[in-house]
């Protein structure tokens, strides 16, 4: 299988997991990596959203 697709499939898997906890630029930031075909970024944003957001509670 193909690593960016695999890449791209990851970031599909995390982001219900990180939007939640994400603020508008986060998000923004995500979309936009991926868009630009760099989905290793925003799996990057999504996984340190997402343990920001289990270290507060």
Do not use: V, W
Not at 13 to 40: C, F, Q, T, V, W
Request: charged residues 30%.
């Amino acid at each position: 299988m193909n690593m960016m697709k695999l890449c791209y499939d990851m970031a599909e898997k995390l982001r219900p997991y990180a939007e939640p906890n994400m603020d508008k630029h986060s998000k923004e930031a995500a979309n936009s990596a991926i868009r630009a075909g760099e989905p290793s970024i925003a799996i990057d944003i999504y996984l340190s959203r997402r343990m920001d957001a289990q270290e507060c509670t």
